[in-house]
């Protein structure tokens, strides 16, 4: 079972930046591909970034696109998502999750990470 936690939230300034990281222990994390998520107070999770297992192909949805950046080291068992010109509608818990199939189900979550963009 895979173990994933993300740090790295916190308070920003509009424009600012932020990293934020997803460690992963107890499985392979090189056979997972890798989302990040967030949720805003009232609103639905939405999909932000996602990797493949080697890390070659990303996606980003339009929330994410051309300010954020999502990448891995499979060495370090790590995952980052490199976000910034910080929007106040980029606040939200930020999660990381695994997906060990394509198309699949993602498999395992952390606990997430708040993120709050100051006005």
């Known amino acids: 079972q895979v173990q994933l936690v993300e740090s790295g939230g916190g308070l920003v300034q509009i424009g600012g930046s932020l990293r934020l990281s997803c460690a992963a222990s107890?499985?392979?994390?090189?056979?997972?591909?890798l989302a990040w998520f967030r949720q805003a107070p009232g609103k639905e999770r939405e999909l932000v970034a996602d990797?493949?297992?080697?890390?070659?192909?990303?996606y980003y949805s339009e929330s994410g696109k051309g300010r954020f950046t999502i990448s891995r080291d499979n060495a370090k068992n790590t995952a980052y998502l490199q976000m910034n010109n910080l929007k106040p509608e980029d606040t939200a818990v930020y999660y990381c999750?695994?997906?060990?199939?394509?198309?699949?189900?993602?498999?395992?979550w952390g606990q997430g990470t708040q993120v709050t963009v100051s006005s």
């Open positions: 999750a695994t997906q060990s199939r394509d198309g699949g189900p993602y498999d395992y």
């Open positions: 107890g499985g392979t994390f090189s056979r997972y591909a």
């Open positions: 990797i493949s297992k080697s890390g070659g192909m990303t």
